[in-house]
T-cell receptor, first 116, second 110 residues
Framework: EPEVTQTPSHQVTQMGQEVILRCVPI?????FYWYRQILGQKVEFLVSFYNNEISEKSEIFDDQFSVERPDGSNFTLKIRSTKLEDSAMYFC??????????????FGPGTRLTVL | GQQLNQNPQSMFIQEGEDVSMNCTSS?????WLWYKQDPGEGPVLLIALYKAGELTSNGRLTAQFGITRKDSFLNISASIPSDVGIYFCAGSNTGNQFYFGTGTSLTVIP
């Protein structure tokens, strides 16, 4: 069964450094999403992406964050100048159609980001 | 942002018992989803609800889309040890942005 994959599984970085989290969505999916989950807390929406542009973003997704689909298979989340509070699990998700209408999102296994 | 509250926050039950949990929001949603998350993994979709009043089953799981569109319920019948995990509700109006609940942690005692 097709699945969303994410790399790396764990990323450790120094505060102030830039990180890029990578995701390979399910191949025939058109809508892509990033979420984060701080340890022990709920999943929080960051951004949705369709047709090579951001569809929606939350208040968390400020200028420190950016997303890109550099080729036909990868979907990346870049975090510039990381802060301690960026430490969290970051989940990528994808859906074939607009999730919530006739389809829904499938989540990847996550990347655990630790900022020291 | 939207606040979705789940109750109870945690549950400890005996294997074989039924489980009920709910999710309430101050805002209405057009779509409700229920996910299960195992430790160290991403959420896995259990049930999706698209219509107010809808009652949908998936095996031992049954979920309902509240008639007010501000709440949803998940029931698990005859619980088994592998039901252990955190259950999240999520709501959406656009299909692009989903708001997740605070989670219900389920522990099943064999």
């Amino acid at each position: 069964e097709p699945e969303v994959t994410q790399t790396p599984s764990h990323q450790v970085t120094q505060m102030g450094q830039e990180v890029i989290l990578r995701c390979v969505p399910i191949s025939n999916h058109l809508y892509f999403y990033w979420y984060r989950q701080i340890l022990g807390q709920k999943v929080e929406f960051l951004v949705s992406f369709y047709n090579n542009e951001i569809s929606e973003k939350s208040e968390i997704f400020d200028d420190q964050f950016s997303v890109e689909r550099p080729d036909g298979s990868n979907f990346t989340l870049k975090i510039r100048s990381t802060k301690l509070e960026d430490s969290a699990m970051y989940f990528c998700a994808s859906s074939r159609d607009l999730a919530g209408s006739t389809d829904t999102q499938y989540f990847g296994p996550g990347t655990r980001l630790t900022v020291l | 942002g939207q606040q979705l509250n789940q109750n109870p926050q945690s549950m400890f039950i005996q294997e074989g018992e039924d489980v009920s949990m709910n999710c309430t929001s101050s805002s209405i949603f057009n779509t409700w989803l229920w996910y299960k998350q195992d430790p160290g993994e991403g959420p896995v979709l259990l049930i999706a609800l698209y219509k107010a009043g809808e009652l949908t089953s998936n095996g031992r799981l049954t979920a309902q889309f509240g008639i007010t569109r501000k709440d949803s319920f998940l029931n698990i019948s005859a619980s088994i040890p592998s039901d252990v995990g955190i259950y999240f509700c999520a709501g959406s109006n656009t299909g692009n942005q989903f708001y997740f609940g605070t989670g219900t942690s389920l522990t099943v005692i064999p």
